[in-house]
């Protein structure tokens, strides 16, 4: 059976298509990092509840949430 990507190409990411070059869905492997060695702080940013997750070298990144 022939081993399908991890990745997914520009032509099929959704990220790509809306936002355009540079913006990319994360890889399985990338996921898994956010995961297991990223922490989570549920924050407010400009009226927007989401999560600020933070890498082992102090990056981080805001994932805004909706709902409830």
Known sequence: ???KSRTITEEYDAATQSL???WRIP???QFEE???Q???EWTTKNNTSGYTV???NGNSIFLPA???
């Open 34 to 36: 956010l995961l297991t």
């Open 38 to 40: 990223c922490t989570w």
């Open 27 to 29: 890889s399985v492997e």
């Open 1 to 3: 059976e022939e081993e």
């Open 54 to 56: 933070t890498g082992p």
């Open 20 to 22: 355009g070059d540079g």
């Open 66 to 68: 909706r709902g409830e």
